[in-house]
């Protein structure tokens, strides 16, 4: 009799040990699986969502003075940009909750639109040099620079920032569809975008 008890005790004592062990892995499954996920969301990073082409003709000038500025040497340029601007979402300024009990993600707060980057193609025309104010590869550096300026102060009118607010929606399809890709859910339900802000390129 105090064999069979002692078998019986045995065996509670080995199937609550393995129960337990069983909850850890599983806690431990859920805890890495929301890890993951989440660094796979950041992962992504830039999303693009629309895209807009510019053409723009920018006049270039620079003069410089010698002799007590009464000589003055001027170079010019008649510069034809051709641009493509790319707005979207830095998905690395995401915030995100992992309820790891109900394998659920939270979506916290979304990024605002922002220029992502700006492709610059430039043509010079009616480039002519001064006297002693000849362009130089600097110049054309500098010119580069400002083409992209020029661009992206013409952004905030071209519409493309109203346009990438109304793809937000998309953007947030898409996440929850990296987040299902393992069963677990994504909650947006308190997800908004605010009236957009223009956000400039980073230099």
Same mark, same amino acid.
Request: aromatic share 4%.
């Given at each position: 009799m105090d064999a069979i008890l002692g078998i019986l005790i045995g065996a509670l004592l080995g199937w609550g040990l393995l129960a337990y062990y069983q909850a850890i892995k599983q806690? !431990?499954? @859920?805890?890495? !699986?929301?890890t993951i996920l989440l660094d796979? =969301? *950041?992962? +992504?990073?830039? &999303? =693009?969502? +629309?895209?807009?082409?510019?053409?723009e003709i920018y006049h270039? !000038?620079? +003069?410089? !003075? *010698? &002799?007590?500025?009464? @000589?003055s040497s001027r170079k010019k340029a008649l510069v034809v940009i051709n641009a493509k601007a790319h707005v979207g979402f830095d998905l690395s300024k995401i915030k995100l909750r992992a309820d790891n009990s109900k394998k659920k993600i939270v979506l916290e707060a979304f990024p605002q639109p $922002? @220029? &992502?980057? =700006? $492709?610059?193609n430039l043509n010079y025309y009616d480039k002519s040099d001064g006297l002693f104010n000849k362009f130089d590869a600097s110049d054309l550096t500098g010119l580069q620079k400002e083409a992209k300026l020029h661009i992206q102060e013409k952004i905030p009118e071209s519409g493309l920032i109203e346009a990438a607010q109304k793809e937000a929606l998309e953007a947030v399809l898409l996440i929850e569809t990296i987040v299902e890709t393992i069963g677990w859910k994504l909650d947006y339900s308190d997800f908004k975008i605010e009236e957009h802000k223009t956000v400039t390129l980073k230099k």
């Open positions: 806690k !431990q499954l @859920v805890d890495s !699986q929301s796979k =969301i *950041r992962t +992504v990073c830039k &999303l =693009i969502t +629309v895209e807009g082409d510019f053409a270039y !000038q620079d +003069v410089k !003075q *010698r &002799l007590l500025k009464m @000589v $922002e @220029v &992502l980057s =700006i $492709e610059t």
